[in-house]
């Protein structure tokens, strides 16, 4: 059921945004090294595109929630084998930055060369839920 009082199109540009927004701020991070935050910020990027598919799509407000592969799965978009595996990594990195317990392994783990890899993924997943819009 849609809410006809909502104003769908400012809805989806408002995630729209924030999601470029965020994106700045990622690659600002990137910049200065902190690439932990960087990749944080690089499933937000992510989380915020599908919403904005979602609201599209359904024409309601976004589902609660920030595992990308749970998000993506409820917009209906069809997702290749890569693109599901990519969306369930990338929610780690939420999970493994907001929390102390994950936080130490996965800062071990963000060095300059995995970051630069992840990047160019969420760069690409991007550029492809934009097309989406």
Do not use: P
């Not at 799965?73 to 595996?85: A, G, I, R």
């Not at 102390?100 to 060095?111: A, G, H, R, V, W």
């Amino acid at each position: 059921m849609t809410d006809k009082s909502l104003n769908i199109d400012s809805i989806v540009n408002h995630w729209k945004e924030s999601s470029d927004k965020d994106y700045q701020t990622m690659l600002n991070l990137f910049n200065s090294s902190d690439y932990n935050w960087a990749l944080f910020l690089g499933h937000l990027v992510i989380e915020k595109l599908l919403k904005a598919i979602y609201v599209k799509k359904f024409k309601k407000h976004a589902i609660f929630g920030h595992d990308l592969l749970r998000l993506a799965s409820k917009t209906d978009l069809v997702l290749s084998e890569e693109q599901s595996e990519l969306f369930d990594r990338l929610t780690t990195f939420n999970i493994n930055t907001r929390y102390d317990s994950y936080k130490q392994e996965f800062n071990k783990l963000c060095t300059k060369e995995f970051a630069e890899e992840w990047k160019l993924k969420i760069e690409e997943l991007r550029r492809w839920l934009k097309a989406q819009l």
